[in-house]
């Protein structure tokens, strides 16, 4: 005892035992973890992300415009969502780094400043279709866009950048639930059942110019680019490996089924209440009306709600995310609590794309739904840049070890990406060319 | 000087100044000096890539190489132990510039020769560097490049698993602990475990906990386990206890198991405590003083003191010699200015502050922040001291998540 005179506490045997017990306990309090992951996990999160301004409108205009004569894309549509979502989690889980850092380093400058600068146009897309949405909701209110927009953005800009916006991020997530209201919608509208089952199994393709259109934009807002670069940043911060990745990899399926099943109600609610009246929709007013066997009279504010938050959450996380990628994919500085003449191009980024959404969003005049829909064919022209880098990546055994995919799943890989990349390049000609296919 | 982009892809010229194949590679050898040498190349020619010594080599340049001899040895490339491709391993990957304190993405590579030699000199990470190698030659800047000299990169992120410097060691530990492990954060898991086993134990345990609780477990849990051990034998007994507690049940015995007696007995002790009581925030290295001694004899024992914990701004006064039975509580300070002579009973204050084991986490940081504490004592009904919450331990819990991480990776 004499040689250490002041005490640290410490050893015994009887200690011991205790530790041993408790690691049993600490343990034992663990799975939650697992829980959590699997029901509110990135996959989830992302593929109810989809659901923004831009698909809102594409639905609801198909739905409106086509009765339930798209509702077999669906299912197809269903499975590629969940293939390319599933890839890059698995990625994610597999290399423990993000998207654009590995296009970065395995693909080299150029590959990587084809892919940066597809992914820049397609989410300064949707980034104006999100202030786009922010405007028509605000309008419903009877807010003028002139006065919404400029501050929507000052707003999204300073919360952002001040480092708040994670916190209010949760208030708009809630309001955007609201859409969830077409699922009630859709079943008080007493849509034909048995026709509705009919379609969904029964494919048709029109050659023309509108029939297209309508097809880039609904694949180009269901694979957005920009929800793969999001999945497998998300599985990648989560701390996803290989040893929990099946919890992912449900969890992505999980979300990809609701998320569709979302859509899927959207466009029979639409169908129902606004094709069967020979309806189209152009406004956001529009749109709204297929919540009145919901809401009746207060079809609009409803709306109006939702959108307003789906699109703010939207407007703030699309440029900062964009900005992230291609900071992190050529090297720049990047973080939003470095200053600009720390971080120049990341900031710049980000500024430009909120000051071109909200531009572009206050242009008077501007058709409502059709700028939307828009937005997402410009997702769908770009779509195969994007897919074609995954797929090279996820096959690369020198970065996926044993995690490559399979036979079958490659084959329904590629298949997807030769289809979207042959809609979107017949769509161009077409549009070039209108009476190409006509005879 | 030449940049790798320019030499990238040149012909490899015969004697007669035939193209015999092309430049696919070149090889430089880790851990001879701040410069790494040029080993050689690796050549490619139809559809298979070979190796080409440095001695074969007479001319190395924009325009290519050529070679000092006829003779091709056509045998397939395979990478040496210590051997670096720069094209493969060095081009677009990150890396830590420990001058600079930051992560840094390779644009492009420097090449320097001197005396007959070809050294790497550094990694261009300016815009000029990636416009170098995106843009045809005739849309070149001239604008000034920047380049981290070689000898500052601390830690290179490739997968080349036979590469990993072991020359980084001593580089990445002219940086604070705190500072590497946010460094790491911008690299993936497998990166972070590199850089935390390249380090000593001791860099490593203190870099170890200041990263977020699950990625210590997995980091530790993967490595191999005698070094975990010793690693977690460096943490802070509280820390190492809730790794352990992250960890499954069989690993977390085999590590404790592993540790040596006395550091395992210190974690052993802690183990029991729920997370977020009081129990689950302490830690048991504090220093007590039994009560008969004197202001003098006590700071003779604190200076005689092998190894003191780090918090010593209080000390605890104890009942008796071997007694854990909490009397009273003295900061450092007093006991420096009081009168050498007189009893630590006279300048002990007795109406301190305590927590039992099982209050909430919460309600013990408030408290610690109520009373501008530094650490407060954790003591069960028997009134015995079984450890201190320090007030690192409580900001951690008062303060936001988003305001400890002030650099979130995306989103927000």
Redo the contacts between chains.
């Keep these: ?1 004499s040689d250490r ?8 045997r009887r ?2 035992r ?10 034992a ?2 799975p939650r973890l697992f829980f959590y992951l699997a029901i509110l996990g990135p996959g989830v999160i992302t593929a109810n992300a989809g659901n923004d301004a831009g698909g809102i409108a594409t639905f609801a205009s198909v739905g409106a415009d086509h009765g339930y004569k798209l509702l077999w894309i669906l299912v197809p549509l269903t499975l590629s969502l969940g293939i390319v979502q599933e890839m890059c989690a698995r990625m994610g889980a597999v ?4 998207l654009a850092d590995l296009i ?2 395995r693909f ?3 590959w990587t ?1 084809l892919v940066m600068l597809a992914l820049l146009i397609a989410n300064g897309g949707v980034t104006v279709s999100e202030f786009v949405g922010i405007a028509a909701a605000m309008e419903l209110f009877g807010v003028a866009r002139y006065i919404s927009v400029p501050i929507a953005a000052i707003a999204i800009w300073w919360l ?1 950048v001040k ?5 209010i ?1 949760r208030v708009f997530l809630v309001m955007s639930l609201v859409f969830l209201g077409y699922i009630v919608s859709a079943f008080l509208a007493h849509p034909g059942w048995g026709t509705v089952a009919r379609e969904v199994v029964h494919p048709h393709f029109d050659l023309t110019p509108a029939y297209l259109f309508t097809i880039v934009a609904i694949v180009g807002t269901t694979i957005s680019p920009y929800m793969q670069v ?1 999945i497998q ?2 599985v ?2 989560k ?1 996803v ?1 290989v040893e929990t990745y099946p919890f992912t990899r449900a969890d992505v399926w999980i979300g990809t089924l609701f998320s569709n099943a979302t859509v899927f109600f959207i466009v029979v609610c639409t169908a129902a209440t606004l094709y069967v009246h020979g309806d189209h929709v152009d406004t956001a007013s529009e749109a709204a009306r297929a919540l009145r066997p919901l809401a009746g009279p207060y079809a609009e504010i409803l709306f109006a709600i939702g959108l307003f938050g789906a699109s703010m959450l939207a407007a703030g ?1 699309l440029p ?2 964009t900005a ?1 990628s291609i900071s992190e994919a ?2 720049f ?1 990047k ?3 470095s200053s600009f003449r720390e971080a120049p191009i990341f900031l710049g980024i980000f500024t430009f794309l909120v000051a071109l959404g909200a531009s572009i969003a206050m242009i008077p005049e501007l058709p409502f739904i059709r700028v939307l829909l828009v937005t997402q064919v410009i997702n769908g022209l770009l779509l195969p840049v994007i897919l074609i880098a995954i797929l090279r990546l996820v096959n690369n055994p ?2 996926m070890g044993k995690h490559v995919n399979g036979p079958v799943y490659n084959v329904a890989a590629w298949l997807t990406t030769i289809i979207v990349s042959a809609l979107s390049l017949l769509f161009i000609i077409i549009s070039i060319k209108p009476g190409l296919f006509q005879r | 000087m030449l940049y790798l982009s320019q030499v990238l892809g040149r012909p490899i010229l015969d004697l007669e100044g035939e193209r015999v194949a092309t430049l696919k590679d070149v090889i430089v050898r880790l851990g001879e000096g701040d410069h790494p040498p040029v080993a050689g190349f690796v050549a490619r020619y139809r559809r298979r890539d070979f190796f080409l010594p440095r001695w074969r080599i007479s001319h190395f340049g924009e325009n290519g190489v050529r070679l000092n001899a006829d003779i091709l040895d056509l045998r397939p490339f395979v990478r040496r132990d210590g051997e670096v491709l720069l094209a493969r391993d060095v081009l677009d990957k990150q890396l830590i510039d420990v001058d600079g304190k930051r992560v840094v993405r390779v644009n492009d590579v420097q090449i320097i020769e001197a005396a007959n030699e070809w050294h790497v000199t550094g990694a261009d990470v300016s815009l000029a560097g990636l416009w170098r190698r995106l843009a045809p030659a005739k849309l070149r800047s001239h604008r000034p490049v920047e380049v981290i000299d070689w000898a500052d990169v601390g830690y290179l992120a490739t997968d080349a698993a036979t590469v990993q410097l072991k020359s980084s060691r001593g580089k990445l530990a002219r940086l604070h602990p705190v500072e590497i492990a946010r460094l790491a954060e911008a690299f993936s898991y497998q990166q972070g475990a590199e850089i935390v086993e390249s380090l000593d134990d001791e860099t490593a345990a203190e870099m170890l906990e200041e990263m977020p609780a699950e990625r210590q477990a997995q980091i530790l849990g993967d490595m191999d386990e005698e070094r975990a051990a010793d690693i977690l034998e460096h943490m802070s007994p509280d820390e190492a206890a809730d790794v352990l507690g992250d960890l499954p049940e069989e690993k977390a015995e085999d590590l404790l198991l592993r540790m040596e007696d006395e550091e395992q007995a210190d974690v052993a002790e802690l183990l029991p405590y729920a997370d977020d009581t009081a129990g689950g925030l302490m830690t048991n290295e504090f220093v007590t003083l039994p009560l008969d001694l004197s202001v003098s004899e006590s700071l003779a024992r604190l200076r005689k003191m092998a190894e003191t914990p780090n918090m010593i701004y209080y000390l605890y006064v104890v009942a008796a010699e071997d007694s854990w039975k909490l009397v009273g509580v003295i900061a450092l300070r007093s006991l420096i200015l009081a009168e050498p002579s007189a009893p630590l009973r006279h300048v002990m204050r007795t109406d301190f502050q305590v927590a039992h084991p099982d209050d909430r986490a919460g309600d013990v940081a408030q408290k610690i922040a109520e009373y501008n504490l530094l650490a407060l004592p954790v003591v069960d009904e028997a009134g015995d001291i079984l450890g201190i919450v320090t007030v690192d331990d409580a900001i951690e819990i008062l303060l936001p998540k988003d305001w400890r991480q002030r650099l979130p990776r995306l989103f927000g």
Excluded: I
Excluded at chain 1, 5 to 12: A, D, K, Q
């Design positions: 005892m005179p002041t005490n640290v506490r410490g050893t015994g200690l011991l205790r530790g041993a017990q408790g690691v049993r306990r600490t343990v309090r663990r290399t423990g780094k993000g970065r380093e080299g400058v150029r400043a952002v480092g708040s916006y994670k916190r991020e999001f940043s998300s990648v911060e701390g490996r996380v900062l995310a992230y050529l090297g500085e973080g939003v609590s020198d970065l």
